[in-house]
């Protein structure tokens, strides 16, 4: 690459700035050129001020993402205020005395005085006197509330066209994530630098109750309840140990002033990163950058507070309790991001587990010795970790899981493994990267990691080569050396858990006026931008249709590498076929021809090809995905895999009895609870849940109808669809079976949902701390006149954090953490539309929050600030958001399930353009009084039983009658 001018005088400033100032933090070396053996083509710059930026264009797409990453976490979080990190992500939301603001000047001695009466609160243990300060925090929080614009800062994102606006906070770092249309990089770049260099924490109180929520979340969720456990006794006194969320006590007792010390020490351009990759001219956007991001003052970054990684001593056990599915976890500690054998240990959890061939997915999971198990590496940049974990099956002990696991680890240091089970790994993950760099989420992903642990991109882009120079004796010398006796083991046994309280909070609804807008705002969304032309899906131009006789085949070009994807539809499942599924699993568990089940996942686990089927209510299908030059060998494995299947013995059996327990968890697990009880709400005895296999069904199974029904579904006309270099007739030679008739699939059979006569509450009762909510109402069947309808409400109610949903019932009320919905247009011709929400709310708010939802469903408050958000967000999705060469085939197919035989999407263009908030109002009309179906999963104590059962006509479920099992 040629080296400009501009990048020059940067360099060399950079190069003085370093020199000159000592707080530069370890940061990678500028880089202005790419290196020749990286595939993103990354340069490295550095502004005077510190801030690294990494750049990476990508033109696929006229999109561009972006990622904002600072060095800082829970990890830093100050030990009186654990959970700082988290919740100063949330409040980066808020905007600036710029933004989320009609009067900084007016609103600023409210702000002062709330956050001098948290200084208070935060020193006070009186519960009188606290609720005085609270009561005194609610009377400026509204005061403020008439000058906050919450959310502007999504506002102006939704209306510019922007998506995955979101942020994620973790033990090191903090990280911010946009997408925006190549042609609004200056609003991106005013918009962001604006953000963090003058950021106001404005609407804290409704904040934190939201952040309440989301612990709530977590102590109702199995999977973070042992994760918490087993990190506080595998790290002890380090930060690591602390739950990113913060402590019940901590939440109750925020300080203000903490969270703006915490920013001012952590959020600093010599401590964070910019990474992007899409659509963009290199030097421009660098131009771009310095010109907003370089007035951000640097400061002095002090020494992080050391703390010792103290290792376990023997075995140490840690248990915890809680209603669902029992697991074990067992971890050591290994080595941090930087230490060489972090290469070594990379390939080693490889070689336990990759899904397919890994000693545990063999040993263990192939073998259905246990219902689930895998294993995962964790590199930090103090320490490290390796765990493996298993689920065990019915009528197995927590002790008899751990065993098993530990038997896969003597398996692993015996060396049963070779140089080809290292190169099938290698050749996995070369795969694996070739897929992650068609998409710019992964890409600006690598570059943010390497930044986060500290790592010179040269290394980062060599991982690869590394990888490949691992040989199997430093898998065993890394084995023998850190998975030793020093080990802690964390289990989760079935058990009523001791759950948090925590009192619905008492503060006034705020007045969200969604008509106001800064200057600020009106600014950025009226900078000139030359508008991008629409990229429509055009046939023979961007894929060919063929027709043979076993059905359709649709395929598209891949420009970007040597990777092909197959898929196989069949229009055929278990509505139709009761048993598919269960013989699609047993087919899953099999070998092919002389090959065993092992034998065979192997070999197309060495060609880098992976092989997966689907089977839903009513379709099925099969994916063949991998190496270009290796489909041919890998098809050839497919049919035989499918005409002579070899199935061990027992394994029917034994897939019997791990569903069986299966059945047993699905009625522990608060997820699928719920998802079953709101399959009910939503379609009666037409439910998916109640068309599984009862146990007596699954016992009644025979290997040799099981492995017919599966060979029998080639039979079957289908569609198949395919993407790769190669030309669509010779994929049709290579996939021809060579028959010259198929059967014709059973009639689709319309979906239908319940259309009650009056609003119905389904309630079934958990211990929980949360209500899951779910609310469902009928509409018409799926007409494409009123396609732009569908699309302007589902967006006007729940397209994001500047929509009616989340404004209402998480800003002006903070009742959920989670709280979602809008309108769900048919999949297929003849189905029927509804109207839907969910919330996870505290439990005592259920009715209230409930009501709320139910009301802004069925009778949205119509505003045109939010329609010209909405109608313009709709916009610039047509304009930037192509569908993309892999996605080709796919939406192809499902246009022609709706009724098209061409990319409808012009049409619907042009409609959007020409789109009225009265053709909204006209539309939502319909929905005003119609009776709704909530379903409930909660503590019938904690939500109020009684105040839930005048929602509408009440009834209790119990698991029974919401599981056919």
Known sequence: MRKTGFLSAVVMAVAVCAQAQTWMPKVPEPLDAPLPADPMAVTIHRLPNGLTVYLSPYRQEPRVTAWIATRAGSRQDPADSTGMAHYLEHMLFKGSGALGTRDFAHEKPALDRISELYEKLFKTTDPAARKAIYKEIDGYNVQVSTYAIPNELAQAYRRLGFRGFNAFTSNERTVFICNFPSNRAEAWARLEADRFAR??????????????????????????????????????????GRTVLGSIEHLKNPSLAKMYAYYDKNYIPNNMAIALSGDFDREEMLKLITKHFGAWKPKA???????????????ERVEVKYESEEKVVVAWQTVPREHPDADALTVMDMLMSNSRTGIIDLDLVQAQKVKSASSYPEFLNEGGAWSMYAVPRKGQKLEEAEALLMGAVAKLKSGTFDQSDIDAVITNFEVGEK???????????????SFLRYEPWPKTVAWLERLRRVSKADVLRAAEKYLGEDRVAAYRRQGKPTLPSMAKPEFTKLDIKPERQSRFFDEIVNLPAVPVEPRWVVKDRDYSLTELPAGRLYAAANPVNDLFSLTWRFDLGRRHERTLCSALQLLDLSGAGALSAEEFKKKLYALGTSLRTGCGEQESSLSLSGLEKNLWPSLQLMWEHFDSPRTASDTLKNMVEVAIGAHQDNKKNPGYIHHALSELAERGPESTVLLELSDAELRALKEDALQALARRLLDYKRRVSYVGSRPAGEIARLIDQGRRSYRQPPAYRQLRYLKPARNTVLFTHRDMLQSQIGMFAADEVYDPRHAVDYQFLASYLGGGMSSVIFQEVREARALAYAASGGYWGASRKGDENQVWGYLGTQADKTKEATELLRGLLLSPPLSGQRFAETAKGIEEGYRTNPIQFRSVPGA??????????????????????????????????????????????????????????????????????????
């Not at 309440?212 to 380090?238: C, G, M, T, V």
């Not at 002090?302 to 001593?313: D, G, N, S």
């Open 199 to 240: 950021p106001v924490f404005r609407l804290f109180q409704t904040e934190i109750e939201t952040v309440y929520e989301e612990n709530n979340r977590s102590s109702d969720n199995p999977e973070r309840i042992l994760n918490e456990a087993l990190d506080k006794q595998f790290w002890k006194e380090h930060p690591y």
């Open 301 to 315: 970054l002090p020494q992080a507070a050391a703390y010792p990684v103290v290792k376990p001593k023997g075995l």
């Open 435 to 449: 897929y992650k760099l068609e998409n710019n989420d992964s890409r600006v992903g690598f570059m943010a990691e």
């Open 892 to 965: 192809v197919i499902a246009w022609e399930e709706l009724g098209f035989s061409q990319d409808p999407r012009p049409e619907r263009f042009a409609r959007a353009l020409a789109y009225k908030l009265d053709d909204l109002a006209l539309f939502a009309k319909r929905f005003a009084g119609r009776p709704m179906t909530v379903s409930i999963l909660g503590n019938r104590e904690r939500l109020g039983i009684d105040g839930v059962k005048k929602l509408g006509e009440f009834e209790e479920k119990t698991l029974e009658q919401i599981f056919p099992y």
